[in-house]
């Protein structure tokens, strides 16, 4: 059923990378299996029974998941809902998310890892859907490290404060101009070379096509259309809108903790 409705002429994007001339190029398509077949086919639709049912919903409290593995570690994520892949707000995230995660001067790195030692890594993730989409912050920690622990007779935030720490801090005081600054050259570095990989472009302009973005600048010219010019403004804005509570959703992997103690550090976001 999955093929005989999906797997069509109609419904196949190709995105090629090549030093083929174009009309070369569509002789090779036009000589394929599934022209020469002629297969015989109205344009795509997607069945009723495949649509997607929009059931999206404000949220009333933090949710909270738990799956219980025997680990040294406990793995969690912090997501949050956002906008669908034809929000301009999309591209601010991008931003924002290097700005906490994307290197070694990021928030995360410098205070999970920097300051307090309590993780090797932690970075994050975007995805942007027809209806919405979602911002997610990934790391692992020790299990006695997640909430708080003593250490020389001290009590020390764990991983999950210090998280909600500073996103607090953030939504008080902004990003700075110099992280700015940094973050600019550090994503117009980074899409240079993702640039320079035909795989990345032919990815990129098939994604594009495939679900039909309103947003179909090359990916040579992504860095000077969408985030060059963006503001400080602009940023903490965006922030502010989709970093609370109401979008807020977490899930663990790893041994028991409170699940109490856990919302409870969750609900201080401001």
Known sequence: ???????????????????KNFQQVVKYIENSYFIKNKWTESNFKIPKFFLPKKNIKNQEQINYLHCFKKRKQTYFTISFKTCDFNNKDQFILEIIGDLLAGNMSSRFFLNLREKNGLTYSCHTELSHYDFSGNFIINTSVENTKLINFIEKKTLKKGALNIIIDTLNDIKLNGFTPNELKKVKGYSKGQLSLINEDSVNICDYNGRNILFEKKYDTPLKKYYNKYHKNITLNDINRIFNKYFNKKNMNICLIGPRNSKRDILNILNNLK
């Not at 059923?1 to 090629?16: G, K, M, Q, R, T």
């Open 1 to 19: 059923l999955l093929y005989e409705n999906f797997y069509l002429p109609s419904n196949i994007a190709i995105s090629i990378v090549s030093n």
